[in-house]
């Protein structure tokens, strides 16, 4: 079993900075991939960005240049720096693992974007 634990949610105004956090634990060997995802309110739920196990990062048109996902393995813990925020980022984030025929998702963390 895989529990992931988000942080680093808030408000940010327009044009500024967080970094999201996501710790994992339990049978963390089993992991395929991790990424984060976002539902605004009266939207679907999307991914923002994925990270492999092993090959590259993507990310949505809408974060790329802006959006930075990466993992420190050392602490089991999977970034989300976010830069030039913009109102439209506004959502609660997710972080979510893969595993063989399943998949783990974090409680949320909820990111506002206003001045």
């Known amino acids: 079993q895989v529990q992931l634990v988000e942080s680093g949610g808030g408000l940010v105004q327009p044009g500024g900075s967080l970094r999201l956090s996501c710790a994992a634990s339990?049978?963390?060997?089993?992991?395929?991939?991790m990424g984060w995802y976002r539902q605004a309110p009266g939207k679907q739920r999307e991914l923002v960005a994925a990270i492999p196990s092993g090959g590259s990062t993507n990310y949505a048109d809408s974060v790329k240049g802006r959006f930075t996902i990466s993992r420190d393995n050392a602490k089991n813990t999977v970034y989300l720096q976010m830069n030039s925020l913009k109102p439209e980022d506004t959502a609660v984030y997710y972080c979510?693992?893969?595993?063989?025929?399943?998949?783990?998702w974090g409680q949320g963390t909820l990111v506002t974007v206003s001045s």
């Open positions: 339990g049978s963390i060997f089993s992991i395929n991939a």
């Open positions: 979510n693992a893969l595993l063989p025929g399943s998949e783990v």
